[in-house]
């Protein structure tokens, strides 16, 4: 089992190219399955049947586990089950007809326009890293980027004349994103007086350094952000996929059509963006007095 497993998180690495996160969940997932199965003195994954996976939801629903998790676990699971299939080590998998918990339906956490505009002023831009800072902060909000993608980011993959830059996401899945003036002109900042401070005599075709003038960690981007929510008086747990909320709400608040969001996000499929068509109340009033035939009368009232 442990051989096959060890050939799965190498696929996962090498063929299917996914994020060391994601390769970090399923690397703890599968290792917390496989500690069920050795309880249950289970030692093939032949022997996994519908039976062994109800069993093993149900230690998950009695310890506590949310759905979000369990669902998580069960799709690590299932992707081991069809690299199995497909390796011919097994002939059919038992997760196939597996369902996952129906989940609660959450709308995403964002910021306000208010919000991100104290977000983004709070660095000190007379220091290398907080001009550094300011420009991840603009480029996270101007361009929707997965934390991944961002400190993956090279300097060769910036055109600041275009205000584009060519990511490679989710599969190694190229797409191209966009970037307004502040986000430009912060990294533009950036790239003369930060980023060759931070450098100093090393070499390194990474877009964000961290102070040694190596490539920027996901999590002290973190941390980047948790500093400045607090400066900024935020009372709100701020992480990097927040701000990709907040891009998409706000593109979509703006009137930004759904189909050109998806692609800016690269979102495989349109149901994955459709979870951003809430709207504020702010924006929720302001469609009510302009669209509803007693809105004028009304609005007064509100």
Do not use: C
């Not at 550094?132 to 910036?158: H, M, T």
């Not at 490679?168 to 007086?193: C, D, H, I, N």
């Amino acid at each position: 089992m442990q051989e096959v497993f060890n050939k799965y998180i190498n696929y996962l690495e090498v063929e299917r190219n996914v994020s060391p996160y994601t390769v970090r969940n399923y690397t703890t997932d599968l290792l917390g399955f496989f500690q069920f199965l050795r309880t249950k003195e289970i030692g093939s994954l032949k022997e996994v049947d519908r039976l062994v996976l109800r069993n093993y939801l149900s230690q998950l629903m009695e310890q506590g586990i949310v759905k979000a998790s369990i669902a998580r676990k069960l799709s690590s699971i299932r992707s081991f089950y069809r690299y199995l299939v497909r390796e011919e080590i097994i002939s059919t998998s038992p997760v196939a007809t597996t369902f996952s918990p129906k989940l609660d339906k959450r709308l995403p956490s964002f910021l306000t326009i208010e919000q991100m505009k104290r977000l983004l002023e709070a660095p000190d831009l007379a220091t290398p890293q907080g001009q550094r800072d300011r420009a991840l902060l603009e480029l996270l909000y101007a361009s929707g980027l997965r934390v991944s993608e961002l400190v993956n980011l090279n300097v060769e993959q910036i055109n600041l004349d275009s205000r584009e830059i060519r990511v490679w996401g989710k599969g190694s899945k190229e797409r191209m994103v966009l970037m307004g003036e502040p986000a430009t002109k912060a990294l533009g900042a950036y790239f003369r007086q930060g980023r060759p401070q931070l450098l100093a005599k090393k070499r390194s075709s990474a877009l964000f350094l961290n102070r040694y003038g190596g490539r920027l960690p996901e999590r002290r981007v973190q941390r980047i952000l948790e500093k400045y929510a607090n400066i900024a008086g935020i009372d709100k747990g701020v992480h990097p996929h927040m701000l990709r909320h907040t891009f998409a709400t706000h593109l979509l608040d703006g009137g930004a059509d759904l189909r050109v969001v998806q692609e800016l996000l690269g979102h495989a499929n349109l149901s994955s963006t459709q979870i951003y068509t809430h709207v504020t109340k702010s924006q929720a009033k302001k469609i009510y007095l302009s669209a509803h035939p007693m809105a004028q009368e009304k609005g007064k009232k509100l």
